[in-house]
């Protein structure tokens, strides 16, 4: 497992990337609409594939580091995609956040021609992928698992074995709808804090001392005291898009009273406020300016 096809150099791909090459791995990259991170993993030691086909024909194992299902998806299916192109013995390894039943699906027709899928989905920033210390979520069985694990070594520093196929994708859902539930309380409330009077300096002294303190409370609040809504790295509308996966997976279960499609609801309407590719921190602005038209 030393030759790797990477596909998606975007914000987290980029580290992930980087972190095979320098740790020995022969890494080849597709490229992409922003060059500035091909041409810094080329000039790293990384190649650049000029068609998928070419990448798939290289390579021991794919990763596939991109939006969601329906990227996942394309690349998979479409003429010239990695379906049609794989061979028995490869692993395709989806780091992406996808839809579990979309995971199974892919899984099934790869395995009919003897390549294996896993999907290990990512937690933590681009920070912590340029420093190789994601935490990822891995479905595979225990042999795959085992094959697969020394790459992902490369740029994780805790790696999770959940279960079989599908499973590690249901724990991210899990996962980022408590991430992305806490990041929309914490929007509010420092939008709240300008609304009714409260000086949100002191707010966060007193949250960081507290129970209802935390690492997504820390990042977006401070980002926000420092005048940028960045200080938790997910766009507004990434987030919308997974709350959306998780209302999928949950819905045969849901009932009036869960949160998770209010959640999703207060997301979508930053979406089309113009708010979707900012930060979530963007939030704030965006409470700011509901509350400014309605007085």
């Known amino acids: 497992m030393k030759n790797i096809g990477f596909i998606g150099v975007g914000m987290m791909g980029q580290g992930m990337a980087h972190n095979l090459v320098v740790k020995g791995f022969n890494v080849t990259v597709m490229g992409n609409r922003n060059r500035k991170p091909v041409a810094e993993l080329v000039a790293e030691g990384a190649h650049e594939a000029g068609s998928l086909q070419e990448l798939v024909a290289k390579v021991d194992a794919i990763i596939l580091c991109v939006t969601g299902s329906p990227q996942v998806e394309d690349l998979m299916f479409r003429t010239g995609g990695i379906l049609e192109n794989c061979r028995s013995g490869q692993i395709v390894i989806d780091c992406s956040t996808s839809e579990p039943m979309s995971s199974m699906g892919i899984a099934e027709k790869l395995a009919a021609k003897g390549v294996q899928f896993v999907d290990a989905p990512l937690a933590r920033t681009p920070v912590e992928a340029m420093q190789g210390r994601l935490n990822t979520m891995v479905g595979a069985d225990d042999a795959t698992f085992a094959k697969v694990k020394p790459v992902l070594e490369a740029f994780c520093e805790n790696i999770f074995h959940i279960g079989g196929t599908g499973s590690a994708q249901k724990l991210k859902l899990l996962n ?82 869960m949160i998770g499609p209010h959640i999703a609801a207060t997301l979508q ?11 979530l921190g963007a939030m704030v602005q965006a409470h700011r300016a509901r509350s400014a038209a309605n007085k």
Do not use: W
């Open 269 to 279: 309407q930053c979406v089309q406020e113009g708010h979707g590719e900012q930060m």
């Open 176 to 257: 980022n709808f408590i991430a992305i539930g806490s990041a929309t309380l914490a929007t509010e409330a420092l939008a709240m804090c300008e609304a009714v009077g409260v000086d949100q300096r002191k707010f966060f002294e007193v949250i960081s001392k507290g129970g209802a303190n935390s690492g997504i409370f820390q990042m977006i609040a401070t980002g926000i005291l420092e005048g940028r809504p960045d200080g938790m790295k997910f766009s507004v509308g990434n987030a919308g898009k997974d709350l959306g996966y998780y209302n999928n997976m949950t819905a045969p279960f849901a009932n009036p009273a």
